[in-house]
Each structure stands twice: as structure tokens, then as C-alpha cells.
């Protein structure tokens, strides 16, 4: 089991930065890929950027060049770094790990861009 708690959400302006994390604990060491995803009010749940148990990543074209995720192995925690941020990107953000005997969500944590 892999427990995930997200934290550093909440308002800000538009062209605002915003730093996620995401906290990992349990049988962490079975997680390979991690990611965040996010899910605005009335659409589907979507994917914004993932990170592998090497470094590499990869963004959705919508957050490419504004949103870096990165990941401290010692901290078993990874980041989402958001800047430039647009109203568009008021969501819940959700934090996911995959490993080789299933997927974990967290919780969740809001981000609202004001304009």
C-alpha cells in the first residue's frame, strides 16, 4: 500500500506561482512512475505531468514551459512548481503513484486562480 498527501494549494492571482507537493509513504519503494493529474468543476480528470524513478518527465501540452514537476528521492515526495498561472488552470490537483501491484491517488488539493 502507498498512502499520497498532497499539500500547497489554495488562491491565487493570475500570473501567480504555486508549488505542490506530494508526500509518499508506505511500500514506496515499489512506485515507479508518479504524476499529477487535476480535474476542473464538471470535466474529466486529466493528466498534467509524470515523472519516472529516473527523472525523466513529460507535460501535457496545456502546462508545458509554466509547470515543472520534479521529485526529492529522500524526501519520497515530488513537486509540481506552477507558474504563470491562468484561470484555466483552477482545478483539484491529484497526485498519483504507480507501482507494480497497483495505482495510488491522494486526496486532492485545490488551486483557484483568480483573475
Known amino acids: 500500500q502507498v498512502q ?3 499539500s500547497g494549494g489554495g488562491l491565487v492571482q493570475a500570473g501567480g506561482s504555486l508549488r505542490l507537493s506530494c508526500a509518499a ?3 514506496i519503494f515499489s512506485i515507479n ?4 493529474y487535476r480535474q476542473a468543476p464538471g470535466k474529466q ?3 498534467v505531468a509524470t ?6 518527465t513529460n507535460y501535457a501540452g496545456s502546462v508545458k514551459g509554466r509547470f515543472t514537476i ?3 528521492n529522500a524526501k519520497n515526495t515530488i513537486y509540481l512548481q506552477m ?3 491562468k484561470t484555466e488552470d483552477t482545478s483539484v490537483y491529484y497526485c498519483r503513484a504507480f507501482t507494480d501491484v497497483g495505482n495510488y491517488w491522494g486526496q486532492g488539493t485545490e488551486v483557484t ?3
Open 4 to 6: 499520497l498527501v498532497e
Open 25 to 27: 509513504s508506505g511500500t
Open 33 to 36: 512512475t508518479m504524476a499529477w
Open 45 to 47: 480528470r486529466g493528466l
Open 51 to 56: 515523472i519516472d524513478s529516473s527523472g525523466s
Open 70 to 72: 520534479s521529485r526529492d
Open 83 to 85: 507558474n504563470s498561472l
Open 113 to 115: 486562480v483568480a483573475s
